[in-house]
C-alpha cells in the first residue's frame, strides 16, 4: 500500500470527468464515503437472502446469455462467478496505457460504490487495495462490443484482481504474473461469491474510461485551433472584422461566439495592437477565404459537442449499468433485469466528438495550404529561402492531407453497425468500444494537424519582420522558438513537429495566449463568461479527499493544481510582457 497519498473518496454519484482524469494519474488513492459503503451492504444482503429462498435469479445461480435457462447448483455458485471471468477475458490487441487502466478501474468501482450491485464489502474493498496498491492488471484494448457491458477488458480486469493473468508491478516496473506481483504486495487474490463475478464486469467503464480522455484532448485542441487560427490569420495579413461580435451574436450559437471570441481577443484590438495588422488596413482585400473568416462557425460546432459530450459521459461515469439490478426498500429488496449495460449513449456521444475533432484538423489543413502555397500567400513558396534547392513545408503538409484523410475514415460511425452475439440473445450492440478508441485516434492524428500549422504559421510571421503581431501571438510565436529554430534551410522535419505537437498537447498554446489575455480585466471577464469548465485545467473536485497524514479528515479538496497553473500564468504572462516592450 502507498501509504503517502491522499485518498479520494468515491459516492457513485458525483465523480467528474475532471477527476476521472486525475485519478488515472496515479497520484491518489480510492476510497468510499460511508454512505456508499451502507448502500453497498445493503444490497449485499438482498443477494444472500435470494440464496437463503432458493429463487432462481439470473446472473446470481443462473448461466449467463444463452445459459440464462440453465440454474447453477448452490455448490456451484462460487465457480459459476470465477468461471463467468476466466471465459469472458478473451480480448486482444495492445494492453492499456497506465493511466487508461486506473480510470478504467476508478470508474467500475464508482458504479459499485452506488449500491446496485450485490457486491460484498469484503470484495470490492479487495479490488479498492489493488488499485491504491498501483498495481494494474494488464486488459487488452480490443474485443468489446459496449453491450452487456465491456465485457472483456472488465474481465481482464477482475481476473488480475483474482491472482491471475498478468499484471503490472510497480516496484520492479515490469508485467510479470498477477499471483506474484499481488503477493509482493501483500495482497490476496479475491474470492468470488455469488453475483461478484457479473457485478465486476457488467457495465460501460471501457468506453468512459477511454472516452474521457478523447474529450479531454478534444477540448483542449479546438480552443488551441482557436488560437492557431489567429497566428495564420495575421501571418496571412488577414482580417478581423469576421469575428465582429455583432455577426456572431446574430447566430447565437454558444460555441461560435466562443470561438470567434477567443480569436479576436487574440488579434488586433486596442488592448493588444499589431504592427502587422495596421501595415494592411488599407489594402483592396474586402474578406478572406472560408477557412480563416469561417474559422468559429467550424470551430464552434466543436465546443459545443464538447459540451454535449461531456454531460452524457459525466451521467454515464455516475450510473448503475449492471444487470440484473439490486433495488433494496427497507429491510428487503429484488433484482430487475434491464439493459442498462447497453453502451449506445456514450457510443454515439463520442462518435459525434470524432466528427467534430476532424473538421478541426480538416480546416487547418485548409488554412496550411494557404501558408505555403506563395500564390494564395505572397510569402515564398513552402515558406523557405532559396527554393528549389530546399523544399521547406512541402511534405509537413503532405503529411497533414495524410492524416486528415485517415481521419475521414475513422468518422465512420462505430455505433451505426452493430452483429449479433451470444445465440442472438445479444442481437443489437453498440459498438462504443471502438467509437471510443476511434475517437482518441482522430485527436491525436489532430492534435499533429495543428502543431504543423502552428510551425508554418510562425515561420510565415518570421518573413514579416520586423513587423510586431499582437502581445499574445508574440508570446506563443516565442514558445515555439524555444523548441523550435526558423528554417534557413531545410533540416530534419520531424523532431521540430514532434517538439510542436508535445506544445499543442500539453495545453501551453492555450495558457500563454490566455495569460496574455488576463492582463486586461474586460477581456478576462468576457472570456470567463463564455468559456465553460475546461477538463484540462481540472477546477477542484466535489469528492471529499482524505490527506494521508490527517486519515480522520474528510473534508480537504485535491491539491490546487489549477491555482498553481494560475500563479504561474500570470508570472510568465509579465515576464512576455516585458520582454516584449523592451524589444520594441
Known sequence: MQAD?????????????????????????????????????????????????????????????NFANVVVKDDELET????????????????????????LFVSRVNVLAKGYSGISRETLQGVIDVFNSGCLPCVPSQGTLGASGDLAPLAHLALGCMGEGEMWNPKTQKIEQAADVLASHGLKPLSL???????????????????????????????TADYIAGLTLEALRGTVKAFSPEIHNARPHKGQIRSALNMRSCLNSPYFPSEIFHSHANCDKVQDAYSLRC???????GHDVVDFVKGILT??????????????????????????????????????????CHEIASISERRIERLVNTTLSDLPAFLVAKGGLNSGFMIAHCTTAALVSENKGLCMPASVDTIPTSAEKEDHVSMGGWAARKALEI?????????????IACQALDFLRPLKSTMPLEALHARVRQ????????????????????????????????????????????????QSPSLNRLPLPVLPVVPATK???????????SATILLGIGIGALVTYTLLKSNK
Open 5 to 65: 497519498k491522499e485518498t479520494v473518496l468515491l459516492d457513485g454519484n458525483n465523480l467528474t470527468l475532471d477527476t476521472l482524469l486525475e485519478l488515472g494519474r496515479g497520484d491518489y488513492k480510492i476510497g468510499l464515503v460511508p454512505s456508499a459503503w451502507e448502500r453497498v451492504e445493503k444490497s449485499r444482503r438482498v443477494i444472500e437472502e435470494i440464496l437463503v429462498s432458493g429463487k432462481v435469479v439470473y446472473g446470481i445461480n443462473t448461466g449467463f446469455g
Open 80 to 103: 459459476l462467478q470465477v468461471n463467468l471471468i476466466r471465459s469472458h477475458a478473451a480480448g486482444t490487441g495492445n494492453n492499456l496505457d497506465q493511466e487508461s487502466t486506473r480510470r
Open 193 to 223: 461469491k455469488a453475483k461478484e463475478g457479473l457485478a465486476l464486469i457488467n457495465g460501460t467503464q471501457f468506453i468512459v474510461a477511454i472516452g474521457a480522455e478523447a474529450l479531454m484532448r478534444t477540448q483542449n485542441l479546438i480552443t
Open 295 to 301: 474559422a468559429p462557425q467550424v470551430h464552434g460546432v
Open 315 to 356: 451521467t454515464e461515469l455516475n450510473s448503475a449499468t449492471d444487470n440484473p439490478m439490486v433495488f433494496v426498500h427497507g429491510d428487503s429488496g429484488y433484482t430487475i433485469s434491464g439493459g442498462n449495460f447497453h453502451g449506445e449513449y456514450p457510443a454515439k456521444a463520442l462518435d459525434f466528438l470524432s466528427i467534430a
Open 443 to 455: 485527436v491525436k492524428n489532430a492534435e499533429v494537424v495543428l502543431a504543423t500549422e502552428m510551425v
Open 483 to 530: 523548441d523550435i529554430a526558423h528554417w534557413e534551410e531545410d533540416r530534419f522535419m520531424k523532431p521540430d513537429i514532434d517538439a510542436a505537437t508535445k506544445i499543442v498537447r500539453s495545453g501551453e498554446v492555450v495558457q500563454i495566449v490566455e495569460a496574455c489575455m488576463n492582463q486586461v480585466p474586460e477581456l478576462r471577464i468576457e472570456l470567463s463568461a463564455q
Open 551 to 561: 486519515p480522520t479528515h474528510t473534508h480537504n479538496n485535491l491539491p490546487t493544481l
